[in-house]
């Protein structure tokens, strides 16, 4: 299920990438500049070559110094074909970055989705195997040599059955299309070289069993212990949906959920992929473009606490933290100021470097108090809770 840890790793995530494409967005518009006012040796004389380069280099100035107003506010000596030039780029880079922050926040809200499909895909994949073993059975019934038959716990077993007979599972996978019509090479190597070879499933296929192998059905067993856990089956996963290490004990918990409730008789249930529903996918919206339409405050408030570094050469990560953190604790009134730091700091624990944490609590901790001292942070009902 998701939590709002989770959310805010996917907002980081999100963010990350849209800030990392401005800055090859800019690269390109530069070199475009640059390329421009060039000197052309099919049209301009070797002469001028110093003044060529010198607009070169007042172009890209021009660009770097009005890109946060958008066109150019002072050219000084610059020419007007210079200046205009300069402007025509400023605008196309920003509806650039528009753009790109617009796919990259609707990327981001739909990777839910993504995961109630990947999650219901696997809920299909017992009645794919059961269909791998029928035909393996029949093969083998049509086979000269008589030999003891192997046994395909699979076929007809109850829980594979109720899967097969929920019509509300149908219903979802056929609303997203959602099928392994494209994988039967997969599930085919997978049956053959993971699943019925596995230790923790031998004693299904006719194997001795285990003194401490537990009797749950082998359905629960499958996912337990091979899907989530097998590399090959986790290359297929991940090659197919980005982000699946982080999404991973997500789905897992939302399958084992559900057989869970089938084998204790409670009759197939969807599990929620999100506890507070919109609420949290408002959140996970509201975080994005929050920071996105505060990025300049966010930049001079972090700049501004780190005097003594570039705020340029500070990790890229660390700075979608702390701007996700200052966001947060200036526009979610319920959300106590501690739990936001510690949260900033156990995500920076996960994906930036070792020394992160404590660069990001203290940052963090000045600006908070900063903060709520101008009356930019205000907090109310639960979010006063331990901000003292």
């Known amino acids: ?122 809920l299909l994949l017992p009645m794919e195997i059961e269909q791998r073993e029928k035909l393996d059975s029949e093969k083998e019934d049509k086979a000269y040599i008589a030999k003891e038959k192997k046994r395909y716990p699979f076929i007809g077993n109850e829980l594979v059955k109720q899967l097969k ?25 997978w049956y053959r070289d993971q699943i019925r070879t596995v230790d923790a499933l031998k004693h299904f296929f006719g194997g001795p069993k285990p003194d401490d192998a537990p009797d749950n059905d082998i359905v629960l067993e499958l996912f337990k212990r091979v899907v989530f856990k097998n590399e090959a089956i986790a290359s297929y996963l991940e090659t197919n949906h980005l982000h699946w290490v982080e999404n991973q004990p997500i789905v897992k918990s939302m399958v084992v959920k559900t057989i869970k409730s089938l084998q204790d008789g409670e009759g197939f249930e969807l599990a929620e992929l999100t506890k507070n529903g919109e609420d949290d996918f408002k959140f996970l919206e509201r975080l994005f473009m929050d920071v996105i339409n505060q990025n300049e405050f966010l930049e001079e408030a972090i700049q501004s606490k780190t005097m003594n570094w570039d705020v340029d050469r500070i990790a890229l990560t660390d700075r979608v933290i702390l701007k996700l953190a200052l966001v947060e604790m200036m526009n979610s009134p319920s959300i106590p100021i501690k739990v936001t730091i510690n ?46």
Not at 17 to 22: E, K, L, R, Y
Not at 168 to 185: P, Y
Not at 378 to 386: M, P, Y
């Open 1 to 122: 299920m998701l939590n709002r840890r989770i959310l805010r790793v996917k907002a980081m995530q999100a963010l990350y990438g849209h800030f990392t494409a401005v800055e090859s967005i800019k690269e390109v518009k530069r070199n475009e500049l640059e390329e421009m006012h060039a000197l052309d040796p099919a049209k301009h004389d070797f002469a001028d070559k110093a003044l060529f380069e010198a607009r070169k280099k007042q172009a890209v100035q021009l660009f770097n110094r009005n890109i946060l107003a958008g066109k150019v506010e002072d050219p000084g000596d610059a020419e007007q074909e210079v200046v205009d030039n300069v402007n025509e780029a400023l605008t196309d880079y920003e509806n650039q970055i528009h753009k790109e922050a617009r796919v990259r926040k609707n990327d981001m809200m739909k990777e839910a989705e993504r995961l109630q499909d990947t999650y219901i895909k696997l």
């Open 165 to 189: 007979e929920s019509e509300l599972l149908q219903k979802e996978a056929a609303r997203s299309s959602i099928s392994w019509d494209n994988d039967q090479q997969e599930i085919k190597s």
């Open 343 to 388: 949260e900033a700091i156990e995500i920076s624990k996960m994906y930036s470097t070792p020394k992160s944490k404590q660069f990001v609590n203290g940052v963090l901790d000045v600006l908070s108090n900063e903060l709520t001292s101008s009356g930019k942070i205000r907090k109310s009902g639960r979010g006063l809770i331990d901000n003292k």
